[in-house]
């Protein structure tokens, strides 16, 4: 008899339980990253302000605030906006949407080095997709922290993320037009 049938109830499944040893094992696993890796944090641009106002203009018409706009040799070659409602897809985030656009016509490897601006910073699984993509540097409006106070949010860094990727070089610049990005929420 499996302990989950046996009734006896000292054997019963405790999910929080689970979830904080698995927790607390990811983050171990996080900051237990190579030293090799690189995320560098990096300033502000001059581009940077004007490309982000595409994204926020992006958030505006997504299911959910969030718009991304991905920049190669300073021109737009996609754009992408929270479609997991309309999609029924709960991956359709807008930097997922940015990158699968830009693949539907284009060779993945023409990513790499490029800059991918989105008004939330991005979640594991979409700073998951930038790394593999080779995106060079990625600019976020809000912080996932900031985020959290509006809807449910993965406490993992778009830092701690790339952090984990010894494989990849990554720049990261936060905080650009938090406070527009933040606004759409008061508007959905």
Same mark, same amino acid.
């Given at each position: 008899m499996s302990h989950k049938t046996c009734g006896c109830g000292a054997h019963r499944f405790n999910r929080r339980a689970a979830l904080a040893t698995m927790g607390a094992g990811l983050a171990s696993a996080i900051s237990a990253a190579p030293a090799h890796a690189k995320a560098k944090r990096a300033p502000v641009r001059p581009e940077d302000e004007g490309f982000m106002r595409l994204a926020i203009a992006e958030a505006a018409k997504g299911d959910f605030p969030f718009g991304a706009v991905i920049v190669r040799d300073g021109k737009i070659v996609s754009t992408g906006r929270n479609l997991g409602?309309?999609?029924?897809?709960?991956?359709?985030?807008?930097?997922?949407?940015? =990158?699968?656009?830009?693949?539907?016509?284009?060779?993945?490897?023409? !990513?790499?080095?490029?800059? !991918?601006?989105?008004?939330?910073?991005?979640?594991?699984?979409?700073?998951?997709?930038?790394?593999?993509?080779? =995106?060079?540097?990625?600019?976020?409006?809000?912080? =996932?922290?900031?985020?959290?106070?509006? !809807?449910?949010? =993965?406490?993992?860094?778009?830092?701690?993320?790339?952090?984990?990727?010894?494989?990849?070089?990554?720049?990261?610049?936060?905080?650009?037009?938090?406070?527009?990005?933040?606004? !759409?929420?008061?508007?959905?």
């Open positions: 409602v309309t999609n029924n897809d709960p991956t359709a985030h807008g930097e997922m949407v940015a =990158i699968r656009r830009f693949v539907a016509d284009n060779p993945a490897k023409e !990513l790499k080095g490029a800059t !991918l601006y989105t008004s939330g910073e991005p979640c594991p699984m979409c700073m998951g997709a930038i790394v593999w993509c080779g =995106i060079g540097r990625v600019v976020y409006a809000a912080s =996932i922290e900031q985020l959290s106070k509006r !809807l449910g949010q =993965i406490m993992i860094t778009s830092r701690a993320v790339a952090e984990a990727a010894p494989f990849a070089d990554t720049e990261i610049t936060g905080g650009l037009l938090a406070t527009e990005a933040l606004a !759409l929420f008061d508007k959905k």
